[in-house]
C-alpha cells in the first residue's frame, strides 16, 4: 500500500515537471489583404524541410475562419529553438502555389521576416524559454 502511495506521488510530480517545461506558441497574423482560402502555420525545430515542407515540421496548424487578423496556437511546446512559417492556401488545394522560379503566388511570412526575401531557419530562428511566447507577424509577400 505504501508503494503504491509513493509510486502515485512521483508520477504526479513527474507529469507536474513535465507539463511545466511546455508552454504555447501563438501566432497572430496582421493585415490580411484577402479573407480566402486557408492559412497553413508550421513550428520547425530544425532546418530539414524548413520552410515548405509540413511533413517535416514539428507541429502543423491551419485555420480557415479569419477576417484581416488570423491566429494560431501550437500548444505543449518544449524550451528550445524554433522557426515559423505560414502561407495562406487561397485555392485551398492544401500547398504553397509557386511560379516556375519558385516564387510563392500566395500570400507567404516567417518568423523574423520583415520584408521579401528567402526565409532559412537560421534567419527565422527564435528561442522559446518555459514561458508562453505571443508573435504579431504579418505576410511579407
Known sequence: MKKSIIITIIL?????SISAQSSNVTVN????????GTIYFMLYENAE?????????????????YGNEASFTFKSVPKGSYAITFFQDENNNGELDTNFMGIPKEPVGASNMTKFGKPTYKKCVFVKGEEDVSMKLKFIL
Open 49 to 65: 524541410g524548413f520552410p515548405k515542407e509540413k511533413d517535416k515540421a514539428f507541429k502543423v496548424g491551419k485555420v480557415s475562419e
Open 29 to 36: 497574423i496582421k493585415e490580411i489583404e484577402k479573407q480566402k
Open 12 to 16: 504526479l510530480c513527474t507529469s507536474f
